[in-house]
């Protein structure tokens, strides 16, 4: 079992910047890929960025530019660096990883979600 706890939104103007953290815990050996996601009232849930293992990043063409994402692999944590925040970027975001978890004979790289953290940027 991984557990995975959010930190770090809020409520901010718009311009202002936040920080997510989201930290891993569990029964796994190591974690290949990390994502944030984002899901707005009445709208699919999205990509925002996604990190690699080796720590290449990719990113929504919404966030390019102003979003940051990163991981300390010693820490199995994964941060999110939001600056230029715009009221259109106001949603839930949701951490994503896989973990590589043992098996009987082996491992698979599972999937698990963080439970989400508000983020609001009004003035």
């Known amino acids: 079992q991984v557990q995975l706890v959010e930190s770090g939104g809020g409520q901010v103007q718009p311009g202002g910047s936040l920080r997510l953290s989201c930290a891993a815990s569990g029964r796994f050996f190591s974690i290949d890929a990390m994502r944030w996601y984002r899901q707005a009232p009445g709208k699919q849930r999205e990509l925002v960025a996604t990190i690699t293992v080796s720590g290449a990043a990719t990113y929504a063409d919404s966030v390019k530019g102003r979003f940051t994402i990163s991981r300390d692999n010693a820490k199995n944590t994964v941060y999110l660096q939001m600056n230029s925040l715009k009221p259109e970027d106001t949603a839930v975001y949701y951490c994503?990883?896989?973990?590589?978890?043992?098996?009987?004979?082996?491992?698979?790289?599972?999937?698990?979600w963080g439970q989400g953290t508000q983020v609001t940027v009004s003035s």
């Open positions: 994503n990883v896989d973990p590589v978890v043992p098996l009987v004979a082996g491992t698979q790289v599972d999937d698990y």
